[in-house]
């Protein structure tokens, strides 16, 4: 069966450090990825998503980046966080989409 | 760019009442709907989703929504609500890699 692993489950980083989260899929190949982020009193916006590995799409401008190294692997980054970052970030693959279980970021 | 409306954004009601949230998008072509739902505490986990044939679709924990394609409209409904149907509620449409949520509605349901 499919699986999706995200993580860090919660991360509080200071104004101005770097970022990297990891999200892992597994039991499946060539899945469709997607970043999420889900900022609080807002619904839920695109911020990337992947069709193959070295393949990414921007929905939003913003100072985060994001890379597909390998087929059932999508990393998030950022090299300067922002206050605004902070939110709760979901990945997710597939249609309908499956997703992980997110990572709470507290930007501080 | 398609975009998605829940023009309900809170939304508060008592056990067994009935619920229906509404659910617009923008979007001329061939699109697959789906309803998300999150309880407290927990991740996102799909309610239900429409692809093509019957526009009323059947759900899980009783939700139902309905397609309505000439007012591009998916919305939701249960009959009578619980107390543990508290949760953020999400439409998505999808159109080709694209998906786009709605900015969702928070339903409480008081016991």
């Known amino acids: 069966s499919q699986t999706i692993h995200q993580w860090p489950a919660t991360l509080v980083q200071p104004v101005g450090s770097p970022l990297s989260l990891e999200c892992t899929v597994e039991g499946t190949s060539n899945p469709n990825l997607y970043w999420y982020r889900q900022a609080a009193g807002r619904g839920l916006q695109l911020l990337f998503y992947s069709v193959g590995i070295g393949q990414i799409s921007s929905e939003v401008p913003q100072n985060l980046s994001a890379s597909r190294p390998q087929d059932r692997q999508f990393i998030l980054s950022s090299k300067k966080l922002l206050l605004s970052d902070s939110g709760f970030y979901l990945c997710?693959?597939?249609?309908?989409?499956?997703f992980g279980n997110g990572t709470r970021l507290t930007v501080t | 760019a398609q975009s998605v409306s829940q023009h309900n954004h809170h939304v508060i009601l008592s056990e067994a009442a009935s619920l229906e949230l509404g659910c617009n998008y923008s979007y001329g072509g061939t699109v697959n709907l789906f309803w998300y739902v999150q309880y407290p505490g927990q991740h996102l986990q799909l309610l239900l989703k429409y692809f093509s044939g019957d526009p009323l679709v059947k759900g899980i924990k009783g939700f139902e929504a309905e397609f309505i394609k000439s007012k591009f409209s998916f919305n939701l409904r249960k009959p009578s609500v619980q107390w543990s149907d508290t949760a953020e509620y999400f439409c998505a449409v999808n159109a080709g890699n694209m998906l786009t949520f709605g900015g969702g509605t928070r339903l409480m349901v008081k016991p």
């Open positions: 997710a693959w597939g249609r309908p989409l499956h």
